[in-house]
């Protein structure tokens, strides 16, 4: 069974970058879709970005919230069996728990956490002076 641990996480100044990894287990994911999702206090989970799988090879169609275009970065490395989250600009608006998740039908990514099959315990993103 498909197993998601996110990692990366941790209390940056705005402007920084971190990168966040979600290394599988269990389960490869190049046949999957994975989402970013994210969570502020008191907010609705929303997603961040997404990639596709691209038929067992690294790339894949993304897809990135309006609120994180041209800051942030999805990638995936098969061979590490893991997907990134590179984010840089960041923003005190920026905080929230970060988590990954996988979608089975993973030729084509939604931003919508439904979609989604597995999922991560997520990490916690700081974004403060």
């Known amino acids: 069974q498909l197993q998601l641990v996110e990692s990366g996480g941790g209390l940056v100044q705005p402007g920084g970058s971190l990168r966040l990894s979600c290394a599988a287990s269990?389960?490869?994911?190049?046949?999957?879709?994975i989402g970013w999702f994210r969570q502020a206090p008191g907010k609705e989970r929303e997603g961040v970005s997404c990639?596709?799988?691209?038929?067992?090879?690294?790339?894949?169609?993304?897809s990135y919230a309006n609120s994180v275009k041209g800051r942030f970065t999805i990638s995936r490395d098969n061979a590490k069996n893991t997907v990134y989250l590179q984010m840089n600009s960041l923003k005190a608006a920026d905080t929230a728990v970060y988590y990954c998740?996988?979608?089975?039908?993973?030729?084509?990514?939604?931003?919508?956490?439904?979609?989604?099959?597995?999922w991560g315990q997520g990490t916690q993103v700081t974004v403060s002076s």
């Open positions: 998740a996988a979608a089975i039908s993973g030729y084509v990514c939604y931003p919508d956490s439904k979609r989604y099959d597995y």
């Open positions: 990639i596709s799988s691209n038929g067992g090879s690294n790339g894949g169609l993304t």
């Open positions: 269990g389960a490869t994911l190049d046949s999957y879709a």
